[in-house]
């Protein structure tokens, strides 16, 4: 008789667990969206478009089931870290790191942190994925384009308005929109080559950029000019009637880099902003 009392108190605990089990459901409320999963192609293709790696430092905001911020780690080896408003919803994430094999910390690793993305320092991240709506998308915009240029951003489905992604890509109708965030050279810069100095005035709109350079008397144009994260590129026609093509990174107020002209010259060039 003990024997079947203690078997009935056993089923009884268990069935009480089995029900007290978290399980989302698919269009869910949450904080300020309701939760749908990102099919796993979507997943794949994300974090693919980003180039994900061993040395990237991944943040998923909005994390959900913990899927991609798993994928991140276990196929891509990046250190990912979930962001996930709802408590019960992030320790389920958590279960599913666990369960693929990943929970942790470090490269390779996933863990789901219960927080608002609005209030969390994700400022070292390497690459970013989202999938938000896109009030919420524009609410992030200012934060993701002071990060560190060069750093990566995928959001499924929705777009950042008049910041044009650098790739669009379609799985299976569904869209992932691709962003590098660009360094800051809007203004005026004291350009130097070759022993010459001159003026570059650069405009910029995000990752779109051009300008002059000031040779004398002449406003020279800029030609094929881009911004690539950090990576910024130029040519233009001297006095003399040289073209001269640039290639340099941005760090802060300096810019260095190599140049080459079409009469076989080359060398260091560096800009100073003034």
């Known amino acids: 008789m003990k024997?079947?009392?203690f078997l009935?108190?056993?089923l009884l605990a268990f069935g009480a667990a089995a029900q007290s089990r978290y399980e989302p459901q698919v269009g869910q409320a949450g904080k300020d969206v309701i939760w749908v999963p990102t099919p796993d192609e979507v997943v794949d293709r994300m974090l693919t478009m980003a180039q994900t790696g061993p040395h990237d430092i991944h943040f998923d905001l909005g994390a959900g089931?913990?899927?991609?911020?798993?994928a991140a780690a276990k196929k891509f080896g990046a250190k990912a870290t979930g962001i996930e408003y709802n408590p019960e919803m992030a320790k389920y994430a958590n279960a599913n790191a666990a369960a693929a094999g990943v929970a942790g910390v470090g490269p390779g690793k996933a863990i789901i942190r219960q927080g608002d993305i609005f209030a969390t320092d994700f400022s070292s991240a390497t690459v970013i994925t989202l999938y938000l709506l896109p009030s919420l998308n524009m609410k992030l915009r200012p934060t993701l384009l002071s990060m560190k240029p060069g750093t990566r951003v995928v959001s499924h489905s929705f777009t950042m308005e008049d910041w044009e992604p650098d790739e669009v890509s379609s799985i299976d109708g569904r869209r992932a929109y691709f962003w590098v965030v660009p360094a800051s050279v809007m203004g005026?810069?004291?350009?130097?080559?070759a022993g010459q100095k001159s003026e570059l005035t650069l405009e910029q709109t995000f990752q779109k950029i051009n300008g002059t350079v000031k040779l004398g008397v002449v406003q020279a144009g800029l030609r094929e000019p881009r911004l690539r994260g950090s990576e910024i590129?130029?040519?233009?026609?001297?006095?003399?009637g040289v073209r001269r093509d640039f290639?340099?990174?941005?760090?802060?107020?300096?810019?260095?880099g190599n140049f080459r002209d079409d009469k076989g010259a080359e060398g260091k060039w560096t800009a100073v902003k003034r």
Request: glycine content about 8%; proline content about 0%.
């Open 3 to 5: 024997t079947l009392a």
């Open 8 to 10: 009935a108190a056993l």
């Open 65 to 70: 089931d913990g899927k991609i911020a798993i």
């Open 188 to 193: 005026t810069w004291q350009l130097e080559a």
């Open 233 to 240: 590129y130029f040519t233009y026609v001297d006095a003399a």
């Open 247 to 256: 290639a340099g990174r941005v760090n802060g107020a300096k810019i260095e």
